[in-house]
């Protein structure tokens, strides 16, 4: 099982940006998949997750608005657009998979990538 991500940078408050997550080695479309965010010192935070169809997407209140999550189950890749993007959304972005159904609490989830970072200046 792999999961990749790709996408963080440094940007100014303001601006956009796409994460991108490539997933291989397990049964992508029967997997719920996710964006956490965990800075040091602090729990790993969900920011995102959408369910194996794509049907439905939940958000973090902290970014309800400004992200978006998608996925390309004919690709394998998972998505997260953010835009408006603030200092306090500096941050290590994990992508996750879950099997089936989502969950809020990081410890559920099966499948972990190495992460990428995003920082807001």
């Known amino acids: 099982v792999q999961l990749v991500e790709s996408g963080g940078a440094s940007v100014h408050s303001g601006e956009s940006l796409e994460l991108s997550c490539q997933a291989s080695?397990?049964?992508?479309?029967?997997?719920?998949m996710g964006w956490f965010r965990q800075v040091s010192g602090k729990e790993r935070e969900r920011v995102a997750a959408i369910s194996p169809g794509g049907s439905r997407t939940y958000y973090a209140d902290s970014v309800k608005g400004r992200f978006t999550i998608s996925k390309d189950n004919a690709k394998n890749t998972l998505y997260l657009q953010m835009s408006s993007l603030k200092p306090e959304d500096t941050s290590m972005y994990y992508c996750?998979?879950?099997?089936?159904?989502?969950?809020?609490?990081?410890?559920?989830?099966?499948?972990w990538g190495q992460g990428t970072q995003v920082t807001v200046s």
């Open positions: 080695g397990f049964t992508y479309a029967t997997y719920c």
């Open positions: 996750a998979a879950r099997w089936s159904r989502c969950s809020s609490d990081w410890r559920d989830w099966d499948y």
